[in-house]
């Protein structure tokens, strides 16, 4: 989704002394209200935010229920939903901290790493430019995998569509299927015309929501399994797996700093009645909704998407063109992201003088980066299998581990520098957990997804 994004000078108030040694010492004045002179209103924002998050990957929910259980999975979404909320809510308090104390309001992620780092401890000064590398490299590597899950979606939706027409399965294998299916994607995401994929990106919005609206409507008429013949809990490898598919489901981090950016009172983005706290609840709930009813309703069947289980009708079946359609444009705007990340730098290390190789370079990079994707869907061309494994590493990195990393370099060495010693060793103590239990949930997902993949088991 695009975002009107831009640098102003009214941002916060701020109050800066030196000390003996000639250094300023950052002391926020008396809160203020910060207003931009131009910005979206906070209910453009919710909408934004809301277009952002709801994609296709929230028609997967049903299998992480199957995976980690009826009831499991119930308290499981609940679980991530806050945790992905509670870490969102952190990177856009360090955030806002960082420009006030800084003069500058419009950091993205990698920016915001490089600049809690910058004023945090002396020792970890020296790391700033590797946490903005780590951060853009995570954020890389979540943005391949959705492309990833982009192709193979697209692809077994294909797959439907032909079973419906021809009656019969398409005649060849699936990753071939992907090969063919690329050409023409890479082609289109040759465009760099951030207008026209913006254009294509809302289009594609609405056969979201119309594809969610059809869905529940086949949940609500479908007879349901007697929830006591499904599994309730499953064990830690069913759970890690669940859980790393419902954080990419949730993964809305990379939106986090440009939509406060984008805002005209900034102070909206917070709070209980926030745009983030009230976007992700209402995602939460739509999450949990049709992952409980998609599994009570398909059961043991049912499949990597919901799309996947409904009845091949015209209805169905014009759904799931459109989300090819969704898809095949949207990857644009993934692949657009990633591009402008990346570009700036490339070109810097090579001569002006080569006209030809920096006009040619955009275009090898993106062809680049959309073969690795390839790759990758190659390898794992299964909806149910490449989902968690995007989740549960790069989406967790993103999602919790980085943000309590990040929120303890920038506020701890203030809290302990005013005295404020509860404060320290509650956020500590907090950051400490979310990091470690962030780390576990990787390896044993990370374990359980490589298992799950070598031994086919979907």
């Known amino acids: 989704m695009p975002f009107i994004v831009g640098r102003t000078d009214d941002y916060g108030a701020t109050k800066k002394a030196e000390n003996s040694n000639g250094r300023c010492d950052v002391k926020p004045a008396m809160s203020t209200t910060v207003s931009r002179k131009k910005g979206i209103s906070a209910t453009s924002g919710l909408i934004n935010f809301l277009c952002g998050m709801i994609g296709p990957g929230c028609f997967s929910l049903s299998a992480s229920f199957k995976q980690a259980g009826l009831w499991g999975g119930l308290i499981l979404v609940f679980i991530v939903g806050f945790l992905s909320l509670y870490s969102m809510s ?18 993205d992620y990698g920016e915001m790493a490089e ?10 000064r020296r790391y700033a430019k590797l946490a903005k590398i780590v951060v853009n490299s995570c954020l890389l590597a979540f943005q391949l ?70 869905i529940t409507k086949e949940l609500m008429v479908h007879t349901w399994y007697p929830t006591w013949e499904l599994d309730s809990f499953t064990g830690i490898e069913g759970t890690s797996i669940a859980a790393g598919a419902l954080i990419y489901s949730f993964e809305g981090q990379a939106m986090v700093l440009p939509l406060e950016n984008s805002l005209k009172h900034p102070k ?9 706290a009230t976007s992700m609840n209402l995602v939460t709930i739509l999450y949990a909704f049709l992952g ?142 979310l990091f470690v239990i962030g780390w576990l949930f990787m390896g044993s997902g990370l374990y359980s997804s490589i298992d799950d993949i070598i031994n086919n088991n979907v």
């Not at 600049?115 to 970890?124: E, G, R, T």
């Not at 909206?268 to 983030?276: A, F, R, Y």
């Not at 998609?294 to 996947?308: E, M």
């Open 292 to 433: 409980f009813f998609g599994y009570v309703t398909f059961g043991p069947n049912v499949q990597g998407s919901l799309t996947l289980n409904l009845p091949n009708s015209v209805l169905s079946v014009t759904i799931k063109a459109l989300l090819v359609l969704k898809i095949f444009f949207g990857s644009a705007m993934q692949l657009f992201v990633i591009v402008e990340m990346l570009l700036p730098s490339v070109l810097s290390k090579i001569s002006e003088d080569r006209k030809l190789i920096n006009r040619l370079l955009p275009y090898a990079l993106r062809l680049g980066l959309m073969l690795i994707s390839l790759c990758l869907a190659l390898v794992v061309p299964n909806l149910m299998q490449i989902i968690p494994l995007v989740g549960i590493t790069s989406g967790l990195l993103i999602s919790l581990i980085l943000p309590s990393l990040l929120d303890s370099m920038v506020f701890l060495p203030v809290l302990k520098k005013q005295g404020e010693m509860l404060q320290y060793y509650k956020k500590l103590i907090i950051n400490v957990c």
């Open 145 to 214: 995998g959705v492309i990833t899950v982009s192709l193979v979606f697209a692809v077994e939706h294909i797959t439907e569509i032909w079973e419906f027409i021809s009656g019969s399965p398409p005649p060849f294998s699936k990753r071939v299927m992907i090969l063919i299916f690329f050409v023409p994607q890479m082609i289109l995401n040759f465009i760099g015309h951030m207008k026209l994929i913006t254009i294509l990106c809302l289009c594609g919005n609405v056969i979201i929501f119309a594809a969610i609206i059809l």
């Open 115 to 124: 600049a809690a780092i910058l004023s945090s401890y002396k020792w970890a």
């Open 90 to 107: 952190k990177i856009v308090k360090c955030s806002q901290f960082l420009a006030k104390s800084n003069g500058d309001q419009s950091l």
């Open 268 to 276: 909206d983005m917070g709070g209980i009645t926030g745009v983030l």
